[in-house]
């Protein structure tokens, strides 16, 4: 139960996924300019992520690195990266069907950056991070849903600076894009206090 405890809070807080690996930086800029929009988006990668890590984890356990398989010469773990990015793909068309059905403003708010999840190498990055640390199919679920959360509480807090920074009165050089990205690394910065946490 330990071990399971600090897995989440090192993926959520101490080795956050946008604000320490610096992974899944496009979404988390461009959809972090209004809460609800930001909520929205961190709402579907914990979906996506959290069923990702679970699908892919099964995947590699009992198709990839199936112990029979292994054991007659064939290995199949080099195919990883493409069945990982093809199950991604299919979940990510299952969440935008779904928001277009049951939440379609949600869905128009998102815009282009609801696919973008397929390509969001967060995603993937969890995946293969959980193959690398080799995690069993409870931990990779783990894992995925911490480094969601913390994905959630980064583009979360990204839009509330946002939304009050545009309400400031900032020097014109930095309107726009080097504000946000000013407030990005003073977040890092900030998350890299926990670096040093431990049980």
Do not use: H
């Not at 600090?6 to 979404?27: D, H, K, R």
Request: glycine content about 8%.
């Amino acid at each position: 139960m330990k071990e399971l405890i600090m897995i989440a809070v090192g993926s959520a807080i101490i080795n956050n996924v946008v604000l320490s690996q610096f992974l899944g930086i496009c979404p988390f800029l461009g959809v972090s300019k209004k809460t609800e929009t930001a909520s929205g988006m961190g709402g579907a990668v914990i979906f996506v992520i959290t069923i990702s890590s679970f699908v892919t984890a099964l995947i590699y356990k009992f198709v990839l690195a199936n112990e029979w398989l292994l054991s007659k010469g064939i290995d199949l773990t080099y195919l990883k990266t493409i069945v990982y990015i093809l199950v991604i793909a299919a979940l990510v068309q299952f969440v935008e069907m779904f928001l277009k059905k049951q939440i379609p403003a949600l869905y128009e708010s998102l815009g282009v950056y609801l696919p973008l999840i397929t390509t969001n190498c967060a995603v993937l990055g969890v995946a293969l991070t959980n193959v690398t640390k080799e995690y069993g199919i409870l931990e990779s679920v783990i894992n995925g849903f911490a480094t969601a959360v913390g994905f959630f509480i980064a583009i979360v807090l990204m839009a509330g600076i946002r939304e009050k920074i545009e309400y400031n009165d900032i020097p014109k050089p930095f309107v726009g894009t080097a504000s946000v990205l000013i407030a990005a690394a003073l977040m890092s910065i900030a998350f890299m206090g926990f670096s040093g946490m431990s049980f």
